[in-house]
């Protein structure tokens, strides 16, 4: 059999386990619902709201598309939480159906205060699942899509105009050199020859007085007759 096909034994064993225990729990917790004080026609309030809790909890934390990284934690710690409640109310009703504990006012309080509490955490999840729906950032539109080749032209340009300003500072050098018996080229006369600020000007003057530097050694290094 393919990966690809259902195992229908598997579903099948699956709805049948499923339908057991929301019957055995429902019926648990309706149990438990009564002996703490709750009146017959709105125990069954009790099972209803503690698993329409552990959905709500369960879909925000396992669509990975709903909410942020943030509203899916909170949703996996109160579907856990869920669970976990249910499973404590079934086992603390059967210790009490079977007299192994007595009721006592802390159980009544703590199943009094199921619905409220699951009203506020259930809120505050729809809350944390608003904010990140509205604060997600838009799609990027069709004409910013291409960042990356703008990126690489910008850089293009950039190095263009780099050696068209090494370019000019050669011959605004050669001009100087020619006018003032070969000395080289002051950072202000350089500065003001081609317009540029300060640091440019010296980094300007420091790449040609290294090309001068590396012209007078291979001239240095040829044969002389």
Known sequence: ????????????????????????????????????????????????????????????????????????????????????????????YHLIATGLIPISWPIVVLVGAVPAAVLGLTAHLHALRTVAATDREPAPAAEDRPQTRTRVRTRRTKRRTEAALLKAAREADARYRAAHDGRPITRDELRSALRIAGPKATELRRQLAAENTDSIDREEALPHP
């Not at 249910?86 to 086992?91: D, K, L, P, R």
């Open 1 to 92: 059999m393919t990966a690809g096909r259902r195992d229908w034994w598997v579903i099948v064993g699956m709805i049948v386990a499923a339908i057991s225990a929301a019957v055995a729990s429902f019926a648990g917790l309706r149990g438990l619902a009564q002996v703490s004080g709750w009146p017959d026609r709105l125990a069954w309030l009790l099972p209803v709201t503690i698993d329409a809790y552990a959905t709500t909890s369960a879909r925000v934390w396992l669509a990975g598309t709903l909410g942020s990284s943030r509203a899916r934690r909170f949703a996996r710690a109160n579907a856990i939480g869920a669970i976990a409640t249910s499973i404590v109310g079934n086992a603390g």
